[in-house]
Every structure is written in C-alpha cells, then in structure tokens.
C-alpha cells in the first residue's frame, strides 16, 4: 500500500516503512498530483484536506494527527467514500499544561495566588477536563459550561456562559470550531459576551482563534472588561493581528498541544487507523515515543521561592516561545515548525518536596520521590 505523510509528523518515520511504501511531503507539497496514487493520508492541521486535492485520487483513508478536524472536507469525504479519521483528547494534558503555566506566569507578574479564583471553563472535552482537574488541585472554584454535555448528561454541574461572565474571574474556552447548528462557537466570545463580563477576568484561548471575535476582544481589553490576555490561538493565523499581540499578557503561536508525548499519541492513533482500516497486524505503534526529557529530574531545593511554579516552569515555560513570536511576527508557521516539543509533567521526577507540595504536584501529572 502506499501512504503519504507529511514530513512533520513527529517520531513515524521509520515505522510505517515495514508495511507501506511512504512518501514524506511538506504541506506545500500536497496536491491533486502528489496524493493520486496513495491509499491512505497522514496529515497535520495545515494539511488542507479538500474536494480539490482528494477528487480523483486512490485515497481511502485520511488519519490526521490532531483533535481538530475543520481542514479535512469531511461532508465531500463522506460523499465519495473516503473515511477520515482524528486524534481526540491526544494533547489534552498538553494544552492543561500550557493554560497552567500561563496561569502562574501572569500571577507571579501581578503578584495574585491562584487559589480560590473561579474559573470558568467553556468547553470540557477532553482539554477541559483535564484543566478543570489541574485547577482543582490548585485549590481554584471551576464553572464548567458545555451545552451538548448538559443536553445529553443533564444540567447538575454545568452553568450558562451568563453564570461565567458574571462569576469568573479568568475564563478559558477549549470548544471545537463549529460555525452552524445548535452548538456553533464561531465567535462564540463576541461583543455580547464581553459586555456582561463583571469581574475584569483574564481570557485564554488556546482551542480555536475564531472562538473569539478578535474586534470585540480588543475593544473588551481596552474597556476594561478584561484585564490579562493568554492568546495560543488567533483569528487569519498566520497573519495574526499586531495590536491583539501587542496587548497580550502571553502570545504564543498555536503551540499549546506542542508537547512531545501529545505529538506521541497523535502519531500512535494515526498509526492504529491504518492498522485498523488496513487489517495490518503488529505494527509497532508502542515504539511511538518521545525523548526523555533533558533534566528528568526536578529537584525543589533549587528554588528558593515558588517552588511549585518553578517546578511548572521546569517543564513548560511560556515566556521563551512569547518572546520569539512578539520579536518576529510574520513567522508564526515557521515557530510552529520548528518547535522544540516540551514533554509533560508526567516525564519529570519531583524530589526534596514537602508533603503538601508532594500531593499538589502529584495531582498536576508529576512523579514525585
């Protein structure tokens, strides 16, 4: 069988090589040309998936590498046979780990704890239930909202976007992009939203860009409806806009669900569709892994204030890859690129932690010694 990959997927090559012929092609590689003859497709979210690139082709199958699924045409897929397949919740704890240590970066800055703020979580997928679990063990009040988890599991426990913009003293929103039906979120966070906000909330957007309303977000910010801004994703990325970047507490380029184990397991499930679609038996899909980190080992004494939030920093830090993009803007593809994966906490051994901060770090996805 022959399958096309884009060059970018991390830790493939090599692996599919045992049952397929594999090609490996940059994004701006894929054409109607290019793909004709493949069988199956494994792509990344700049992959554009369309009628124009698939028609006519050999392609059966399209495994993307990624939770978001809006650059695949999936009604002209469905229509000529073709089944498409994504990756969900594989950089869940990824972009928990991103939104926690943003949180702490902007809280160190203004010099506020994080504990006992509401938060208000919109969306809580899989990306939200593994922030909203993170907050709790920092001692944080959570407001969950999700209406087609309220209509299927029923009200308890979930509140209006209302509730949120009138509770919350930061709000996330981690919803697919949907632009039409019951449940769309295409500026989902618009000029209305924002002005019933009551409590100056910091806003984060690590989902989608087009979640918010970049204009009625700025005209927010400079009102004072809302006081910090985290901003992973942006509306038009590339071409990010310069006075949302300029105003953003952190601005990161669509990097949240980088970290290598996230990458990991959005190749191991590209992997196990093919095996699946294919009836390939015994690929090596646990051979899928990331590096050890480079400092496994995290040692609390080295820091003699905020040992949790160094701890965190050790892992993930924002404020490198914040600085890179506000210095060169019109290269936000190229940051993305050439990212240096980050891994999660869960590849670090905490030690000389006292007992509280043992438990607390042990709820965040540490090892702890």
Not at 276 to 298: C, G, H, M
Not at 338 to 346: G, K
Request: aromatic share 8%; charged share 25%.
């Amino acid at each position: 069988m022959k399958i096309i990959a884009d060059n970018t997927i991390p830790f493939l090559k090599g692996i599919p090589e045992e049952f397929a012929e594999v090609t490996y092609l940059t994004s701006e590689e894929f054409s109607p040309e290019t793909i004709k003859n493949a069988d199956a497709l494994i792509v990344r979210s700049i992959d554009k998936c369309t009628r124009e690139l698939l028609e006519g082709s050999c392609v059966k199958l399209i495994t993307t590498a990624t939770i978001g699924f809006d650059h695949i045409d999936t009604a002209y897929c469905n229509e000529a046979g073709i089944t498409w397949r994504n990756a969900p919740g594989c950089n869940a704890v990824s972009v928990s780990q991103y939104v926690i240590a943003s949180l702490f970066a902007v809280s160190l800055r203004k010099n506020e704890s994080l504990k006992d703020k509401t938060i208000g979580i919109i969306g809580v997928g899989h990306v939200g239930k593994e922030i909203e679990k993170r907050c709790l063990a920092l001692g944080m009040h959570v407001l969950r909202n999700d209406p087609p988890r309220a209509a299927q599991e029923g009200e308890q426990g979930f509140v209006s976007l209302d509730e949120i913009a009138h509770k919350a003293d930061i709000i996330t929103v981690h919803t697919p992009l949907e632009r039409k039906g019951k449940y769309a979120t295409f500026h989902l966070a618009n000029e209305e939203f924002f002005s019933k906000l009551k409590r100056k909330p910091w806003f984060v957007n690590a989902a989608r860009g087009s979640i918010h309303d970049t204009s009625a977000l700025l005209q927010a910010k400079e009102k004072g409806l809302i006081s910090e801004l985290i901003l992973d994703c942006w509306e038009n990325e590339p071409s990010i806009n310069p006075e949302l970047l300029q105003i953003a507490a952190i601005a990161t380029p669509h990097i949240a669900g980088f970290s290598a184990d996230g990458k990991a397991n959005a190749t191991r499930a590209c992997l196990e569709h093919i095996s699946s679609f294919f009836n390939i038996p015994n690929v090596r899909i646990a051979d899928v892994l990331p590096p050890p980190p480079a400092e496994p080992t995290i040692n609390l004494e080295r820091f003699q204030k905020n040992r949790i939030e160094q701890a965190v920093f050790h892992s993930f830090n924002p404020d490198k890859i914040d600085k890179s993009l506000r210095n060169a803007p019109p290269k936000f593809e190229w940051f993305r690129a050439n990212y240096s994966h980050p891994r999660e906490f869960s590849a670090y051994t905490i030690i000389k932690a006292t007992p509280e901060e043992r438990l607390l770090l042990e709820r965040l996805g540490y090892l702890c010694e």
